[in-house]
């Protein structure tokens, strides 16, 4: 037995640009950060870095969370830890849903066996505060779960107001921001959310594989009163309302609480490697300022749809609940849509996105992101669709799209 270098060169991937949902390029910094040297997990240096990361990441989350942490794992990971620490079997959650990750949502909670009730939007809308007051009336729900921007439909869900709805109904509430973290403002302190959680390859500029959550004191309350249960400790006044046991150890929250608390209790070993991509895309959002993060993404965004629309495309959804790292626009009548995607990828080396649900094969959906969310992607991405849409045979006014965009950056 030998390797074959054929077969098995070193990985050289081609310099693709990722402009579509997610995940994109990540930032050299971040890649540099990656290839530092491990450390032991109880180093001091290490439980160091681990207490800068939560610090950055409150800044991040926009938190004042003690509980802000890393899960080990993709953005789902985070989504899961939430949730079956959270939900016990037979507790009633009301998702609000207007897209995929909704729906995954739902996917999850009906392993946990929780009792699920829905409020639904269109693909394409997102649901009113009043009707999400309405649901919450009529179905008494232990927690609500939300998205804040689902690429699946490229719609971003106004938060304002959620929490406090959730709260005042006695009801503990969940966002995944996976999509928008470090790209739309996340506010969890300002929105009373208990857990909003995300990940690194959208909007933060990392590669996928850790999974950035905070926990309000209430919400860690409630699951730490589970964990009291599972022990069989018991504690006066708090054992009342608490479920069953949380039905899994990797992502029972409660331990891994005290990993990363003080106690240092061991639970995992923590991924180092991931750390320190996580660290460094905090210390590169907050870099930049996040203010200044937010402003870049949404002129992205407008570039992006004034270029599209300048093409004499029609861009997909509702223009006031847009997202603005990721653009949904419909492909036109007679064009083959994955032809486009293949001659984008082997002409341009730029990746778009397919859609999928009720939207496949009617959308694309591109990126501009993170790393990605600058005005010369954008540009380049524009300039490269309008060729691939010409070769299609699909008519459209040349040389249109890239100063649209230009002006729709600056605007
Ligand atoms: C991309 C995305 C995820 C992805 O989760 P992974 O496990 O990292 O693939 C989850 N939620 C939302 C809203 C997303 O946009």
Same mark, same amino acid.
């Given at each position: 037995?030998?390797?074959?270098?054929?077969?098995?060169?070193?990985?050289?991937?081609?310099?693709?640009?990722?402009?579509?949902?997610?995940?994109?390029?990540?930032?050299?910094? @971040?890649?540099?950060?990656?290839?530092?040297?491990?450390?032991?997990?109880?180093?001091?240096?290490?439980?160091?870095?681990?207490?800068?990361?939560?610090?950055?990441?409150?800044?991040?989350?926009?938190?004042?969370?003690?509980?802000?942490?890393?899960?080990?794992?993709?953005?789902?990971?985070?989504?899961?830890?939430?949730?079956?620490?959270?939900?016990?079997?037979?507790? @009633?959650?009301?998702?609000?849903?207007?897209?995929?990750?909704? =729906?995954? =949502?739902?996917?999850?909670?009906?392993?946990?066996?929780?009792?699920?009730?829905?409020?639904?939007?269109?693909?394409?809308?997102?649901?009113?505060?009043?009707?999400?007051?309405?649901?919450?009336?009529?179905?008494?729900?232990?927690?609500?779960?939300?998205?804040?921007?689902?690429?699946?439909?490229?719609?971003?869900?106004?938060?304002?107001?959620?929490?406090?709805?959730?709260?005042?109904?006695?009801?503990?509430?969940?966002?995944?921001?996976?999509?928008?973290?470090?790209?739309?403002?996340?506010?969890?302190?300002?929105?009373?959310?208990?857990? @909003?959680?995300?990940?690194?390859?959208?909007?933060?500029?990392?590669?996928?594989?850790?999974?950035?959550?905070?926990?309000?004191?209430?919400?860690?309350?409630?699951?730490?009163?589970?964990?009291?249960?599972?022990?069989?400790?018991?504690?006066?006044?708090? @054992?009342?309302?608490?479920?069953?046991?949380?039905?899994?150890?990797?992502?029972? =929250?409660?331990?891994?609480?005290?990993?990363?608390?003080?106690?240092?209790?061991?639970?995992?070993?923590?991924?180092?490697?991931?750390?320190?991509?996580?660290?460094?895309?905090?210390?590169?959002?907050?870099?930049?300022?996040?203010?200044?993060?937010?402003?870049?993404?949404?002129?992205?965004?407008?570039?992006?749809?004034?270029?599209?629309?300048?093409?004499?495309?029609?861009?997909?959804?509702?223009?006031?609940?847009?997202?603005?790292?990721?653009?949904?626009?419909?492909?036109?009548?007679?064009?083959?849509?994955?032809?486009?995607?293949?001659?984008?990828?082997?002409?341009?080396?730029?990746?778009?996105?397919?859609?999928?649900?009720? =939207?496949?094969?009617?959308?694309?959906?591109?990126?501009?992101?993170?790393?990605?969310?600058?005005?010369?992607?954008?540009?380049?991405?524009?300039?490269?669709?309008?060729?691939?849409?010409?070769?299609?045979?699909?008519?459209?006014?040349?040389?249109?799209?890239?100063?649209?965009?230009?002006?729709?950056?600056?605007?």
């Amino acid at each position: 037995m030998s390797l074959d270098p054929q077969l098995f060169g070193e990985i050289d991937p081609p310099q693709r640009l990722l402009m579509g949902p997610g995940p994109i390029n990540a930032h050299p910094r @971040v890649l540099r950060a990656m290839s530092a040297d491990l450390l032991g997990q109880f180093d001091p240096e290490m439980t160091g870095f681990m207490n800068q990361v939560m610090a950055l990441y409150r800044q991040i989350f926009g938190t004042q969370n003690k509980w802000t942490m890393l899960v080990d794992g993709t953005a789902r990971a985070g989504i899961e830890a939430a949730l079956v620490s959270l939900v016990a079997p037979g507790d @009633v959650v009301l998702v609000v849903n207007f897209g995929r990750f909704g =729906l995954l =949502l739902t996917e999850i909670l009906q392993r946990i066996g929780a009792i699920i009730e829905t409020v639904e939007a269109p693909w394409g809308e997102v649901v009113p505060m009043e009707r999400i007051a309405e649901a919450i009336a009529r179905c008494h729900p232990k927690i609500v779960a939300t998205i804040h921007g689902d690429t699946s439909t490229t719609m971003a869900q106004p938060l304002e107001g959620f929490g406090e709805l959730c709260r005042r109904a006695g009801a503990l509430s969940y966002v995944d921001a996976t999509a928008t973290i470090g790209g739309m403002e996340l506010a969890a302190d300002r929105w009373d959310v208990d857990v @909003v959680t995300g990940g690194l390859q959208k909007c933060l500029g990392g590669p996928s594989g850790s999974a950035p959550i905070t926990i309000s004191d209430r919400a860690a309350e409630h699951i730490g009163k589970r964990r009291h249960v599972e022990q069989g400790i018991r504690v006066a006044g708090t @054992v009342d309302g608490a479920g069953p046991r949380i039905g899994s150890n990797y992502f029972d =929250l409660a331990m891994i609480m005290d990993y990363w608390s003080e106690k240092r209790l061991n639970h995992h070993t923590e991924a180092t490697s991931m750390l320190y991509a996580a660290r460094e895309c905090a210390r590169i959002a907050l870099g930049e300022g996040l203010e200044a993060r937010y402003a870049r993404h949404a002129s992205a965004g407008r570039a992006m749809t004034a270029g599209l629309r300048a093409m004499g495309l029609t861009v997909f959804g509702d223009d006031r609940y847009r997202m603005t790292n990721v653009t949904g626009v419909y492909i036109p009548a007679g064009v083959d849509g994955e032809a486009v995607r293949g001659a984008m990828r082997e002409l341009f080396e730029i990746e778009i996105g397919t859609a999928f649900g009720p =939207l496949q094969g009617k959308i694309w959906r591109i990126g501009a992101m993170g790393y990605n969310a600058m005005k010369h992607k954008v540009l380049l991405t524009l300039a490269a669709l309008e060729s691939c849409l010409v070769m299609q045979g699909f008519a459209l006014p040349m040389g249109a799209a890239v100063p649209a965009a230009i002006a729709a950056w600056e605007a």
